[in-house]
């Protein structure tokens, strides 16, 4: 992805465990929200999403969840595979914007 | 049906010139985000245009401009071009309205020597 290791965080897991990667996000107004996908020179990917009606949903080995007392989003991946090696990027829609605030990203290597 | 696709996927350009990017939509998506991503500052929102209209514009100098066709295609312009203009221009379109899913092209990598 574009966003360099040196200013990102990085998440190693071991190919087989589950991997959470945590976002906290800055808008209190914030009532949508996106987790996506980075791979190296490709754009982001959307993987899922979320609503603030709901603290939890659940996709194909993914899994959000969303607190917003705290203004926290994780994702979690489930059996994590070499595939899943990216930077991830959560991004949140404040309430009565077009517009998308992203996250700063993390990078998550999958060890075999 | 055929993703968001950009044109030119790479860019060499000096300093002091102008880039024009163009950014095609997944068809029936009416809105078409902009995004610089850079190593430094991340994914940073340009403009966003629906209808041929801008609806939201981002912190970016005046040298950075946009506009939206009938058809929804989007076309990015940055004049006088700096070294720090230099990063991977991303756009993003949806159907416009809040809370919809957006989905991103690949990129275009622009370089400024």
């Known amino acids: 992805g574009e966003n360099v290791g040196l200013h990102l965080p990085t998440l190693s897991v071991q190919e087989g465990d589950n991997s959470i990667i945590n976002c906290a996000y800055s808008n209190s107004a914030s009532d949508y929200f996106i987790w996506y996908k980075q791979e190296s020179g490709k754009g982001p990917q959307f993987i899922i999403d979320i609503r603030s009606n709901m603290d939890k949903r659940q996709g194909q080995r993914v899994t959000v969840l969303l607190n917003k007392t705290v203004k926290h989003l994780s994702l979690q991946i489930a059996a994590t595979q070499p595939g899943d090696s990216a930077v991830y990027f959560c991004a949140e829609n404040p309430s009565g914007t077009y517009k998308y605030i992203f996250g700063t990203g993390t990078r998550l290597k999958v060890l075999a | 049906k055929a993703g968001v696709t950009q044109t030119p996927r790479y860019l060499i350009k000096t300093r002091g010139q102008q880039v024009t990017l163009s950014c095609s939509p997944i068809?029936?998506?009416?809105?078409v985000s902009w995004y610089q991503q850079t190593p430094g500052q991340g994914l940073q929102f340009l403009f966003e245009y629906f209808s041929e209209t801008q609806r939201n514009k981002g912190n970016f100098p005046g040298r950075f401009s946009g506009r939206q066709f009938s058809n929804s295609r989007s076309e990015m312009n940055v004049s006088t071009l700096e070294l720090g203009d230099s990063a991977l221009y991303l756009c993003a379109s949806s159907f416009g309205n809040e809370g919809n899913e957006q989905f991103f092209g690949p990129g275009t990598r622009l370089t400024v020597l």
């Open positions: 068809s029936g998506h009416r809105s």
